[in-house]
């Protein structure tokens, strides 16, 4: 079992930077694959990025490559998401979430999930 906080949401202005947290408790937390995940209103929920287990490999979906960077510490159980040159189209509730395969990136493929975190970037 794994249990996933986030934090670090908020408001922010267009070209403006955050850095999304998720904290997971359990001992086997480095055994797992983490996704980044956002859901607009009234769209379903998409992929953003994710990293292995062992931290060789991440993958990001298009609209987010160069702008965002997924990175883990397995030492403090802890998954981040530092993005960058924010754009209004960024906003959405972003969840972060956990696996035991390789990278994955449909929101069915994954075990456990967060409560999520509100980001809003203003034009």
């Known amino acids: 079992q794994v249990q996933l906080v986030e934090s670090g949401g908020g408001l922010v202005q267009a070209g403006g930077s955050l850095r999304l947290s998720c904290a997971a408790s359990?001992?086997?937390?480095?055994?797992?694959?983490m996704g980044w995940f956002r859901q607009a209103p009234g769209k379903e929920r998409e992929f953003v990025a994710a990293i292995s287990w062992k931290v060789t490999a991440t993958y990001y979906t298009d609209s987010v490559k160069g702008r965002f960077t997924i990175s883990r510490d397995n030492a403090k159980n802890t998954v981040y998401l530092q993005m960058n040159s924010l754009k209004p189209e960024d906003t959405a509730v972003y969840y972060c979430a956990a696996q035991k395969n390789l990278l994955r990136t449909g929101p069915s493929e994954y075990d456990y999930w967060g409560q999520g975190t509100q980001v809003t970037v203003s034009s």
């Open positions: 359990g001992r086997t937390f480095s055994s797992y694959t």
